[in-house]
Each structure stands twice: as structure tokens, then as C-alpha cells.
């Protein structure tokens, strides 16, 4: 199974693409300028935010958090080589499940 990094490095880019064939007369090294920890916290700040705009109570705010994360990073971790169109509807399938058990039991 890949790695995140794996799977980040084996992306074609046009640069890569254009620096092979001999159109790029040089080949700039890429680099993650977005810090490791901003998508966690962006996560957090947005679920809020929106949970904040809709008047949602707290505890649905926090109802929601595993369905943001899932929409979120579902699709990159629970890639085990099926392809993105399946592993998009999987994640949708998880998320209506979960949301149908929860409107089921809690709310």
C-alpha cells in the first residue's frame, strides 16, 4: 500500500511532463509550502464556523466533526488501489450511514 507521500510524489505535473520532453529549459523543485497542521486546524476552524453561521448547538457541531472528517480525508486513506470514483462513493456511503444512525439514536 502507498504512502501519503508516495501518492503526493506520484502525481504528474505539466512541469515534470514539459522539463522530460525538452520544453522546460529547467526543472524547479517542488515544495509544500502549506504547514502540516494547518488542514487539521483549517478543519476544526471551518466545521465551527459553519455550525456557528447556521445557529447549530454545540453538540451537533461536534456530531458533525466525524463527517467533516471523512469528507475531508476519506477519500485519500480509503484509496487501497480501487481507483477515486469508488472511493468517493464509498465515503458518501459511509457518511449516510452514519448520519442515518445518528438522526436514528441521538437526535
Same mark, same amino acid.
Given at each position: ?8 510524489? %506520484? !502525481? ?7 522539463? %522530460? ?12 509550502? !502549506?504547514?502540516?497542521? /494547518? ?9 465551527? %464556523?459553519?455550525?456557528?453561521? &447556521? ?9 458533525? &466533526? ?9 477519500? /485519500? &486513506? ?14 458518501? !456511503?459511509?457518511?449516510? /450511514?452514519? %448520519? ?8
Amino acid at each position: 500500500m502507498k504512502t501519503l507521500e508516495d501518492k503526493i510524489t %506520484s !502525481v504528474v505535473e505539466i512541469g515534470d511532463t514539459l522539463h %522530460s520532453c525538452g520544453c522546460a529549459p529547467y526543472k524547479i523543485e517542488k515544495m509544500n509550502e !502549506v504547514p502540516q497542521w /494547518l488542514p487539521y486546524i483549517g478543519l476544526i476552524v471551518l466545521s465551527s %464556523s459553519l455550525g456557528i453561521i &447556521f445557529k447549530a448547538r454545540g453538540i451537533d457541531i461536534l456530531y458533525g &466533526f466525524p463527517i467533516a472528517i471523512l469528507a475531508m480525508w476519506g477519500p /485519500l &486513506f480509503l484509496d487501497f488501489g480501487s481507483g477515486l470514483i469508488v472511493v468517493t462513493w464509498v465515503t458518501t !456511503v459511509l457518511i449516510t /450511514l452514519y %448520519s442515518t444512525w445518528l438522526a436514528k439514536h441521538w437526535i
